[in-house]
């Protein structure tokens, strides 16, 4: 009663024009059965900037955004929908800008219902994870951690917010000033406080039993000497940084996943998006630790077995686009590093909302429910919020889970 989608972007060579190598986007279809359909979606500069608009649309809340980000989902999907008539799971393999895309926040069908409302949407890094999936997780996990509030300017975790004209209530990655810069990549930020991320990591530390790293605690020298936490949670900001002009000549190459040179490191992809740390403000104050925790250092983490990685900061779930291989970037880089799955923002997200958000979601967790159907509900709770502004898709659809779905047993 399932069916596997892998979507992928790739280059189309013109038979009739071998001068004409569009980048195209394809749907393939697997079913239990073996069965095999393809089906071609279309140019991706057009499919790209229909994702792209709608994502606009929606970090700046407009009216049009749902309609936007359904045409830019339809677009993707609805040549399959005659294929998943009696379908119950959809599992969907994303590739590209197609990552950026929220599946179960679609309005598909007749009727205009939830794709989520319709089937179960299991989002994967590759395909590939279905089988890695049915592995058994290692029994030797340690206790769930939960990293929050970080002190950037690694000062006492009671100071108060930036005085900047520019509140600190989205966790987002637009700059502040440009007093700073990180020494490895080159991104000139002062990150300013996320008050509600206090509260966030205390309640979510609470719902799980985990330990609580806050102000200078928070720090991604702490995070690498950690061993397979059952959940890793983090709130703060996140960074991503878009491809530069310098790119290696094959940045899909084994190379590309190794220690680059500091000359280099702008063109390295998993160097290029991660999450801010204790010290952010302050890069050059510790050699062996810039602030940073970018998803190179991610990859190299041991947390075989950790059931959950949750990153409540913005886009978090972006990464650098190459062809035919998915997205680098965090979501990539936890599944490596052995989690079993990870959730992650799409987009700039209200920082009161996501610690609401946040709490709804570990409760239904706690309470024995799986992953995917804890997220399910919370989204669809919000869609009808008591507070109007949460009911945007900016809010509830940000949030999107990749890999294992099922629950988390010990919490």
Same mark, same amino acid.
């Given at each position: +009663? @399932? &069916?596997? !989608?892998? *979507?992928?972007?790739?280059?189309?060579?013109?038979?009739?024009? =071998?001068?004409?190598?569009?980048?195209?986007?394809?749907?393939?279809?697997?079913?239990?059965?073996?069965?095999?359909?393809?089906?071609?979606?279309?140019?991706?500069?057009?499919?790209?900037?229909?994702?792209?608009?709608?994502?606009?649309?929606?970090?700046?809340?407009?009216?049009?955004?749902?309609?936007?980000?359904?045409?830019?989902?339809?677009?993707?999907?609805?040549?399959?929908?005659?294929?998943? +008539? @009696? &379908?119950? !799971?959809? *599992?969907?393999?994303?590739?590209?800008?197609?990552?950026?895309? =929220?599946?179960?926040?679609?309005?598909?069908?007749?009727?205009?219902?939830?794709?989520?409302?319709?089937?179960?949407?299991?989002?994967?890094?590759?395909?590939?994870?279905?089988?890695?999936?049915?592995?058994?997780?290692?029994?030797?996990?340690?206790?769930?951690?939960?990293?929050?509030?970080?002190?950037?300017?690694?000062?006492?975790?009671?100071?108060?917010?930036?005085?900047?004209?520019?509140?600190? +209530?989205?966790?987002?990655?637009?700059?502040?000033?440009?007093?700073?810069?990180?020494?490895?990549?080159?991104?000139?930020?002062?990150?300013?406080?996320?008050?509600?991320?206090?509260?966030?990591?205390?309640?979510?530390?609470?719902?799980?039993?985990?330990?609580?790293?806050?102000?200078?605690?928070?720090?991604?020298?702490?995070?690498?000497?950690?061993?397979?936490?059952?959940?890793?949670?983090?709130?703060?900001?996140?960074?991503?940084?878009?491809?530069?002009?310098?790119?290696?000549?094959?940045?899909?190459?084994?190379?590309?996943?190794?220690?680059?040179?500091?000359?280099?490191?702008?063109?390295?992809?998993?160097?290029?998006?991660?999450?801010?740390?204790?010290?952010?403000?302050?890069?050059?104050?510790?050699?062996?630790?810039?602030?940073?925790?970018?998803?190179?250092?991610?990859?190299?983490?041991?947390?075989?077995?950790?059931?959950?990685?949750?990153?409540?900061?913005?886009?978090?779930?972006?990464?650098?686009?190459?062809?035919?291989?998915?997205?680098?970037?965090?979501?990539?880089?936890?599944?490596?590093?052995?989690?079993?799955?990870?959730?992650?923002?799409?987009?700039?997200?209200?920082?009161?909302?996501?610690?609401?958000?946040?709490?709804?979601?570990?409760?239904?967790?706690?309470?024995?429910?799986?992953?995917?159907?804890?997220?399910?509900?919370?989204?669809?709770?919000?869609?009808?919020?008591?507070?109007?502004?949460?009911?945007?898709?900016?809010?509830?659809?940000?949030?999107?889970?990749?890999?294992?779905?099922?629950?988390?047993?010990?919490?």
């Amino acid at each position: +009663d @399932g &069916v596997l !989608v892998e *979507y992928i972007r790739y280059q189309w060579a013109d038979p009739l024009n =071998p001068t004409n190598k569009e980048v195209h986007y394809a749907a393939m279809l697997l079913r239990p059965n073996g069965v095999t359909k393809v089906f071609q979606l279309g140019k991706s500069k057009d499919i790209e900037a229909m994702i792209s608009a709608s994502i606009q649309s929606i970090e700046e809340q407009h009216s049009d955004s749902e309609s936007l980000l359904n045409n830019a989902i339809d677009k993707v999907l609805s040549p399959l929908l005659p294929e998943l +008539d @009696g &379908v119950r !799971v959809l *599992y969907v393999s994303p590739d590209g800008e197609v990552n950026r895309l =929220p599946f179960a926040s679609a309005k598909v069908g007749a009727g205009g219902d939830y794709l989520a409302d319709q089937m179960n949407v299991r989002v994967l890094t590759t395909g590939r994870e279905l089988l890695q999936l049915q592995e058994s997780a290692p029994q030797a996990v340690s206790a769930p951690v939960v990293i929050a509030d970080p002190s950037f300017d690694r000062a006492a975790v009671a100071a108060k917010s930036s005085s900047s004209k520019r509140t600190a +209530d989205t966790r987002n990655t637009d700059p502040i000033s440009n007093q700073n810069s990180q020494r490895a990549l080159g991104l000139d930020q002062i990150w300013t406080r996320l008050k509600s991320t206090e509260e966030e990591g205390k309640a979510t530390s609470k719902l799980i039993g985990g330990t609580l790293w806050v102000g200078n605690q928070a720090s991604a020298k702490n995070v690498k000497t950690l061993t397979s936490p059952l959940i890793a949670h983090f709130a703060t900001h996140g960074f991503f940084m878009p491809d530069q002009q310098d790119k290696p000549v094959d940045g899909l190459s084994l190379a590309s996943l190794l220690p680059v040179k500091p000359d280099s490191a702008a063109s390295n992809p998993l160097l290029r998006s991660g999450i801010v740390m204790a010290g952010a403000n302050q890069p050059d104050a510790d050699p062996d630790d810039d602030g940073y925790l970018t998803a190179l250092e991610v990859l190299q983490l041991d947390w075989q077995g950790t059931e959950l990685v949750v990153v409540s900061a913005c886009e978090s779930g972006r990464g650098v686009v190459n062809r035919g291989e998915g997205l680098y970037g965090l979501k990539r880089a936890f599944a490596v590093a052995g989690a079993r799955s990870s959730l992650l923002s799409l987009w700039k997200v209200d920082d009161a909302a996501t610690a609401a958000f946040m709490e709804s979601f570990y409760q239904r967790l706690k309470a024995g429910e799986g992953k995917a159907a804890a997220l399910a509900a919370t989204q669809k709770e919000f869609r009808s919020h008591p507070i109007a502004a949460w009911r945007h898709p900016y809010v509830w659809a940000a949030f999107q889970l990749s890999g294992d779905w099922g629950p988390v047993a010990g919490i």
